[in-house]
């Protein structure tokens, strides 16, 4: 089953259209009304905001010329849970994740998993707004590390999750409704339990834990050589058609247990 377009989903109930400029580009941004009352804030503001802080975030010293000045078309769609079945996967119906995006610039929000997660259970708004900008930066850095890499190497997902896992904890302190150190505390902590439990490697299979995880290598990189440094790897992934590990040798020299090394010491 092919997933349908952003702009193409079904919404029910009154639907809310903007269409906005950005540090980061044009935004078509489309929603039920009914999903307001999870946040505290309008997925217009939100949007606007997250797409404010990674511009932000980009100024900073190390991101490449072409992210820095990056102007995409974004397409997003906030959704109620009963989600449109014949125009979305199984697969993404049936499980618990709270967003998804789609090259070059697709973004997709499912309004309660977002604020109240798989439980169910709602939280205060405050609380919902900072997981939606979270979230949201979260799949902004999917669509950065496309602009790095495009097709130049194959779908890694452990190496997708964890740049934009990385992403979203480097950017979430330059938000203004996240508290400060709070996502970086939250991955590490899910990090420590996942390497405790199976300290040799682990197989990605997409839980919190493996986000986590899969973060740890960009950020050991970052946490050296600099956001400069990581870029640098990308880079190389791109030229020569690396896949992550390799690349981080290529560029760095840390082969796998120089890597584990700086891993912990991260933690």
Sequence with gaps: QVLARPEEIELKGTVRKESMASALGRIELRWPRLVEVEFGRTPQRAMADAASTVSRVLKKAGFPPELRSIDLHWQVVFMDEKLPEKQIPSYLVNNCHPAWMTPPSN??????????????????????????????????????????????????????????????????DSSSVIPHGSVRRMY???????????????????????????????????????????????????????????????????????????IKRVL
């Design 188 to 262: 590490h902590s899910l990090a420590r339990d996942s390497i405790r439990q199976s300290p040799q490697g682990f197989q990605f299979s997409g839980s919190a834990y493996d986000y986590a995880r899969a973060s740890l290598y960009f950020t050991a990189v970052a946490e050296r050589r600099g956001v400069s440094g990581l870029m640098d790897v990308y880079k190389t992934m791109r030229e020569e058609r690396l896949d992550l590990l390799a690349a981080i040798r290529k560029r760095i020299g840390w082969d796998e247990r120089k890597l584990s090394e700086e």
């Design 107 to 172: 973004i997709y929000v499912i309004a309660q998993r977002v604020a109240a997660g798989c439980g169910g259970q709602k939280t205060s708004a405050s609380h919902a707004d900072a997981q939606l900008a979270q979230v949201l930066i979260h799949e902004i850095g999917h669509a950065l590390e496309y602009k790095l890499l495009g097709n130049s190497v194959g779908h890694d997902r452990m190496r997708a999750e964890g740049f934009a896992t990385w992403f979203e904890i480097y950017a979430s």
